[in-house]
C-alpha cells in the first residue's frame, strides 16, 4: 500500500518561511501531476500549486511569487513546497497529491500537515 508522508508544517510568524515536504513511501511509476493543496475548515480544499512531469509549474494567485513548488531530480517520489513572507491567511491544512493517468493510474493523497500563521 503506497502512502504519501508529508513533513514540514508547524507555527511561524507572519513573514517567516516553512518548507513542506512529500515522499512517497514505496515505489510507483512516476506521477504526471504533483501538487499541493490546502483546506480550511468549511471551505473547499483549493489547489496552492502544481507541477508537471514535464516540470510546468502553476499556482493560486495567492501565492504567487511567495511559494515554489519542485521535485527532487533524484528521487522523482518526492515534492517540496517552499514557502516564503508567509500571511495568517496561509494557515490551514495542506495535503500533496500524486496521479498519474493512462494504463496504471492513481491518485494519492497525503495524510495532512498543518501550517499555522501567527500576526
Known amino acids: 500500500q503506497v502512502q504519501l508522508v508529508e513533513s514540514g508544517g508547524g507555527l511561524v510568524q507572519a513573514g517567516g518561511s516553512l518548507r513542506l515536504s512529500c515522499a512517497a513511501s514505496?515505489?510507483?511509476?512516476?506521477?504526471?501531476?504533483m501538487g499541493w493543496y490546502r483546506q480550511v475548515p468549511g471551505k473547499p480544499r483549493e489547489l496552492v500549486a502544481s507541477?508537471?512531469?514535464?516540470?510546468?509549474?502553476?499556482y493560486a494567485d495567492s501565492v504567487k511569487g511567495r511559494f515554489t513548488i519542485s521535485r527532487d531530480n533524484a528521487n522523482k517520489n518526492t515534492v517540496f513546497l517552499q514557502m516564503n513572507t508567509l500571511k495568517p491567511e496561509d494557515t490551514a491544512v495542506y495535503y500533496c497529491?500524486?496521479?498519474?493517468?493512462?494504463?496504471?493510474?492513481?491518485?494519492?493523497w497525503g495524510q495532512g500537515t498543518q501550517v499555522t500563521v501567527s500576526s
Open positions: 497529491n500524486f496521479k498519474r493517468v493512462g494504463q496504471y493510474r492513481y491518485d494519492y
Open positions: 514505496g515505489s510507483i511509476l512516476s506521477s504526471n501531476f
Open positions: 507541477i508537471t512531469s514535464g516540470g510546468s509549474t502553476n
